[in-house]
Nanobody, 114 residues
């Protein structure tokens, strides 16, 4: 059973870059047909898919966030990372890392505020 754990700062200032890391255990992020996503849920709203990085290293982003988003990976650490640039208070949310096989991290709250 794959397990995922998010880590990163809980408070980011407006206009700065939000950076979160997901550490995966119980399976390799390079295993064929595994896709590793970031999803968020703003307060009082539904889930929003941000993007994913595939087992081969390619990435794909939500058109709504593509201009500000980058997802990368460190295969030596079995981690993948989200960077969201130029954040505003509207980026305040609980951020989750998720595998395409249905495993979710516990989520991490990120607040954008000065």
């Amino acid at each position: 059973q794959v397990q995922l754990q998010e880590s990163g700062p809980g408070l980011v200032k407006p206009s700065q870059t939000l950076s979160l890391t997901c550490t995966v255990s119980g399976g390799s992020i390079t295993t064929n047909n595994y896709y590793w996503s970031w999803i968020r849920q703003p307060p009082g709203k539904g889930l929003e898919w941000i993007g994913y990085i595939a087992y081969g290293g390619s990435s794909y982003y939500s058109p709504l966030l593509k201009s500000r988003t980058s997802i990368s990976r460190d295969t030596s650490k079995n981690q993948f990372t989200l960077q969201l640039n130029s954040v505003t208070p509207e980026d305040t949310a609980v951020y989750y890392c998720v595998s395409n096989l249905g495993s979710w991290g516990q989520g991490t709250q990120v607040t954008v505020s000065s």
